[in-house]
């Protein structure tokens, strides 16, 4: 449910001035300086919303804070800006009306802040969408670029906007901004030369010489330090609290954002730099021959830069600075300029420069943000206009903003007042006439055509003969000393005659908002606002993209000999396209006060908010609104808000809300003088009413809500009644049920013991009988039983003594048959049954023979010894022969299946056995192994690649064999090798070939029959290899070395078989000694290795361990 609020509720003071009882100054700003206190800067006076400068940062300008007041009604919450700024949008965007928010105050009282929160809670509440949100980052942006080129720090701002600015943000039919346009207003440019003791130039300079890189400041020719500036004031360039660096990265970042190409940001800086440049330029006087003086500038380092930066030519400025051409009539006449002139030609062209780049920057802006869309545009302008200003020295600038202020003044007054009458007219209640102080003479003597300070000032700088700043004054003395509201020393009205506070130089206007002394000097000049035509053209001649644009008067081609219009003619120009602008506009007024002089926050004093109050205007803003009724509510609200005073409107009304009021003001006996019913809203004519309603309704709230809470407590005594009581019920129920389901469960576990005792005694008894009737139907069955059997024992035994009285008398009758046929039939059976049957019977049986055999055929594997058994004895022979056949059948058969490298292995095993098996005891152990050949792999081993080449022929085993020194027996390792032709023995480690023995010089091998793997070479009897004796060796792979060599002698055709000599001792020839090898029986201190010791020098004995 919605709450409905208003402002009434939870206000400190009163929210709204117009509700203020009783009405003075004093009470006004006590009310004020309470709300300030506790943080409640926004009062209103009707729709007019006063803002407090709270000089601080606080929490109400949060998105939460922007969603509490959208779309709410303006006098719902507690005045806030943003209830303004809801309030203009929706009847923009919902009743078609432009809209504009008009914020004064005085210098720092907050104008500029207060134009971005409005324009920021119009971002967030108005559409969204990736172009919209564009348009608003665009429009957002603007102000800090804006604000770094037109604001500065002042005595009574540090932010101190320095010209006027009217933005006008569009919005098509939904809402959605579409762009805008910026107008601005006579920029202070004054303060680019000079600036007041204790203030700053405009803000840019600072920035660019603090935050730019140092890339950056080479390139422009400028030095970070403020003090090499002529331009910039020293004594305040640091501001508390502002942080120019960072400053100048937001600038740059929000001309990004605003659509500024990177090099026009850069022309702009250039432009910066360039004013800078030209303060420093300094002028000497120097003597010319007819005496007088001509100026010449002192260093020409800065102008050389400035004119590198610029684009233009040294000279020509320099000429500029120098001499001044005027031209008239067709005729140009030139003078040189004295030192003064060329300064305030310098001066004149810095003001110049920087003031038009402004101008420039708001265009360029404006190109941006300029709505794309040409359908008609709602719009809602925002006006942050330079606040009324009153210095110690007060001279044309402030002039021109005070006449400005005066103008927005009088359109307050004007649109105020005109508003109060239309919405009396509207609602149809009589409108009584309101005294007030109308400033439009004042603006009368300022902008009057005939006689106006402005047209004066006018009429003065162009004409001719010597124009100064006293025959200006003079010329006011004269026209406006009657006027009530100018004062001057020398006028006609000799009540100021003796007016010490009042200089000669000066005059003074009482403006709406206090008078203010203005000095002379220098109006005319400001008000000229004169360029020597040299520099223009100087400028204009400039190679810079942005100059050139800038002094378009200086092109020689369009010379305009007729005078630019005046500053002040101008800025009246514009202020009057304002005014009418906004007169075609729904007003929104947001009046900004200062609360002290010292920037500060929580300091209140009293006399400044007094006087701003006074001009602002404050209390007869209040008077206007209140003359005719202080306060106004549509019925709507006022019923909801009341009716609870009335029986008949409590709780509902159900007729029409306007009738609901007037029976509730009846009822409440409010005097009829006290109010006026409107068409939609009721009128109370004095907030006592008001606040006697206000009270009566808090009264009222408190009885209903104690009645709220009289009858809520009774609810909720008899709500927890009736819980307790259903709670009883249900758990009575549940403990019956309880209970009777536990009697039954008892009765029935009852019943089932007593019906199981029946049914046990019944079944018993049931099985009782069954048993005796099943006994008796046994004994009948037994004994009918054994009758039978008896009777068919009976019965069996006469049928078994026929059977064999039948099968006797049939054996006799067959035998007496086979008797009788025999006798007659020997004679032939006797000659041929019997061979016949014979010869039957063997080949059945035969024919059985080979069947079984067939199914029981033993499997294809040679070593297979099964084979089954035979059935008859006589089938012995052909049974043992059929054994032999399909054996050497299916040897035959794995025959075939071997390769020619296995075949060659199988040969050279079978070979070994014919050699050695049963004759030597190694055999054995040798048969598993296969004969590999190679175990040296002389081919691959590199150490050995020269044993390789030295053998010619393949090798047909390589082995580590143990040479077995004649000496001691002792082995020595050594390479054999076996070739086709030769045995070859080489060194182990070195391959180097010891001896190579061709095989036809072996005559034998001597082996032992033991296990051991000795052999002797035995050499020819004179054969070369012989004289050194012969070979006594022992491998691991003897029976493969012996195997191998009888091969070759076996192969070989050329060759001799070689010997075999297998025995236990055999002899060897040693050189020339005949040595015995014997093999015994080795000991068992041998272990399991074979030794062979020399024993004598005719016997070598090899123990060979024994074989288990
Ligand atoms: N609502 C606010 N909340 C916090 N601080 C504020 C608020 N309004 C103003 N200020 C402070 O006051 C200073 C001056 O405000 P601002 O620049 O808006 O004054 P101004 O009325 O525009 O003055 P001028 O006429 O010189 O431009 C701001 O820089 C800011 O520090
Ligand atoms: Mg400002």
């Not at 030519?313 to 004295?338: C, P």
């Not at 001279?395 to 021109?400: C, G, P």
């Not at 106004?632 to 609901?660: D, F, I, N, S, V």
């Not at 009846?666 to 907030?687: H, T, W």
Request: glycine share 4%; net charge positive; aromatic share 10%.
């Amino acid at each position: 449910m919605e709450v409905k609020t208003s402002l009434l509720d939870n206000m400190i003071g009163v929210g709204d001035m117009v509700l203020l009882e009783p009405l003075s100054e004093d009470s006004f700003l006590e009310n004020l300086k309470n709300r300030f206190d506790h943080n409640e800067i926004y009062t209103y006076i009707g729709s007019v919303v006063i803002s407090m400068n709270p000089y601080r940062s606080l929490p109400i300008y949060t998105p939460d804070k922007v969603e509490e007041y959208r779309n709410r009604n303006f006098y719902e919450l507690s005045p806030h800006i943003y209830a303004l700024a809801d309030e203009a949008y929706r009847s923009l965007r919902d009743q078609d009306k432009d809209q504009c928010i008009l914020i004064t105050g005085e210098s720092g009282a907050g104008k500029t802040e207060a134009s971005k929160l409005v324009m920021s809670y119009v971002a967030a509440v108005c559409g969204r969408g990736q172009e919209v949100n564009k348009v608003k980052e665009q429009l957002l942006q603007s102000n800090p670029v804006l604000e770094a080129f037109g604001n500065a720090k002042t005595v009574r701002n540090d932010n101190s906007s320095r010209f006027g600015k009217y933005m006008d943000i569009e919005f098509d039919f939904k809402g959605d901004p579409l762009g805008g346009v910026i107008s601005n207003y006579l920029l202070e440019k004054s303060r680019v030369v000079k600036q007041p003791r204790g203030e700053r130039n405009f803000h840019v300079f600072y920035q660019l010489l603090s935050g730019a890189s140092d890339d950056t400041l080479k390139k422009l020719k400028l030095d970070r330090d403020f003090s090499k500036y002529n331009y910039l004031s020293l004594d305040s360039a640091a501001v508390n609290g502002l942080d120019d660096a960072a400053n100048f990265r937001t600038v740059r970042n929000a001309m990004q954002i605003v659509g500024f190409m990177e090099d026009e940001v850069q022309s702009v800086l250039e432009l910066v730099a360039a004013v800078l440049k030209l303060g420093n330029i300094e002028f000497k006087p120097e003597s010319r021959c007819n005496g007088s003086d001509e100026s010449r500038i002192k260093d020409k380092n800065d102008l050389k830069e400035m004119c590198e930066l610029l684009g233009t030519e040294q000279s020509v400025l320099e000429r500029a600075f120098s001499y001044r051409t005027v031209e008239a009539k067709m005729e140009k006449v030139s003078t040189t300029l004295n030192v003064a002139q060329a300064y305030y030609a310098r001066d004149a062209l810095a003001k110049n420069l920087y003031s038009r780049l402004f101008s420039w920057l708001v265009t360029r802006i404006n190109e941006s943000i300029k709505a794309q869309a040409k359908t008609r545009h709602k719009v809602m302008g925002v006006l942050d206009i330079y606040g009324f200003e009153i210095f110690e020295d007060n001279s044309f600038e402030q002039f021109i903003i005070n006449y400005c202020n005066e103008k927005l003044q009088q359109i307050f007054i004007e649109l105020t007042l005109r508003e109060e009458q239309e919405e009396y007219i509207r609602e149809g209640i009589e409108w009584t006439n309101i005294e007030y102080f109308n400033n439009a003479v004042i603006c009368d003597l300022i902008e009057n055509n005939q006689n106006g300070i402005l047209a004066m000032l006018d009429e003065e700088c162009l004409r001719p003969g010597t124009v100064t700043d006293e025959t200006f004054l003079d010329k006011l003395n004269t026209i406006c000393a009657e006027h009530q509201h100018f004062e001057s020393r020398l006028s006609k009205n000799s009540k100021f005659l003796t007016d010490h506070s009042l200089p000669h130089n000066c005059f003074r206007i009482q403006h709406y908002a206090g008078k203010v002394l203005y000095r002379v000097e220098g109006f005319v000049d400001k008000n000229n606002d004169l360029l020597y035509r040299d520099l223009s053209q100087a400028m204009f001649k400039a190679n810079h993209s942005l100059i050139k644009q800038l002094f378009p008067e200086g092109n020689p081609t369009k010379v305009n000999l007729k005078r630019p219009p005046t500053a002040g003619s101008q800025f009246r120009a514009s202020v009057g396209t304002l005014m009418r602008n906004l007169q075609t506009k729904n007003p929104n007024y947001i009046r900004c006060i200062k609360p002290n002089d010292k920037k500060a926050s929580h300091i209140f004093t009293d006399s400044l908010v007094r006087h701003q109050l006074r001009y602002l205007g404050l209390m007869e803003n209040v008077r206007v609104r209140r003359a005719g009724y202080a306060f106004r509510q549509p019925y709507e609200p006022c019923l909801e808000r009341y009716k609870m005073l009335c029986k008949k409107t409590w709780p509902h009304w159900r007729g029409p809300a306007r009738e609901g009021v007037e029976v509730l003001m009846a009822d409440l006996q409010v005097p009829a003088e006290e109010f006026s019913y409107g068409r939609s809203k009721i009128f109370i004519r004095n907030p006592r009413t008001l606040f006697s309603l206000e009270e009566r309704r808090r009264q009222c709230l408190q009885d209903l809500a104690t009645l709220i809470q009289k009858i809520y407590r009774g609810w909720k005594c008899r709500r927890q009644f009736l819980l307790l009581k259903k709670s009883q019920i249900v758990v009575a129920a549940w403990y019956r049920r309880y209970a009777q389901q536990k009697k039954y469960q008892q009765i029935k576990s009852a019943t089932t013991v007593v019906q199981s005792y029946t049914r046990g005694w019944q079944a018993r008894k049931l099985l009782r009988e069954l048993k005796h009737q099943k006994k008796c139907e046994e004994a009948v069955t037994t004994i009918a039983a054994f009758w039978h059997g008896t009777q068919a024992r009976r019965e069996l035994r006469k049928l078994k003594e026929e059977a064999r009285r039948k099968h006797a008398v049939a054996v006799i009758w067959a035998y007496w048959q086979g008797l009788k046929v025999r006798r007659e039939y020997r004679k032939f059976f006797r000659a041929n049954a019997g061979k016949k049957i014979y010869d039957f019977t063997i080949q059945r049986i035969m024919q059985k023979y080979f069947l079984g055999l067939k199914s029981s055929m033993p499997s294809m594997s040679p070593v297979d010894k099964n084979w089954p058994a035979r059935p008859y004895r006589f089938l012995d022979g052909v049974h043992s022969e059929l054994r032999r056949i399909f054996h050497l059948w299916r040897c035959k058969k794995y025959r075939g299946q071997f390769t020619e490298e296995k075949k060659a292995v199988y040969e050279e095993k079978l070979e070994a056995s014919e050699i050695f098996k049963d004759k030597k005891a190694l055999y054995a152990s040798s048969v598993s192994q296969p004969f590999k050949g190679d175990y040296v792999e002389i081919s691959k081993n590199p150490k050995y690649q020269k044993l390789n080449s030295a053998v010619v022929e393949k090798v047909l085993l390589a082995d580590v064999v143990n040479k077995i020194n004649r000496a001691n027996g002792k082995g020595t390792a050594r390479i054999f090798l076996l070739t086709k032709k030769s045995v070859v023995l080489a060194d182990q480690k070195t391959g180097q070939v010891k001896a190579s023995v061709p095989l036809p010089d072996l005559s034998s091998v001597s082996v032992s029959t033991q296990s051991d793997g000795f052999f002797a070479l035995r050499l020819k009897e004179g054969s070369a290899s012989a004289v050194k004796g012969d070979f006594l060796l022992s491998s691991e792979h003897l029976i493969e070395i012996i195997t191998k060599l009888h091969r070759i002698g076996t192969t070989a055709a050329d060759r001799d078989q070689i010997n075999i000599d297998i025995s236990d001792e055999f002899l060897v020839q040693f050189k020339q000694d005949k040595v015995c090898v014997k093999f015994i029986q080795g000991a068992p201190k041998n272990g399991n290795s074979v030794s062979c010791k020399r024993k004598n020098n005719r016997l070598l004995e090899v123990s060979v361990p024994t074989t288990a």
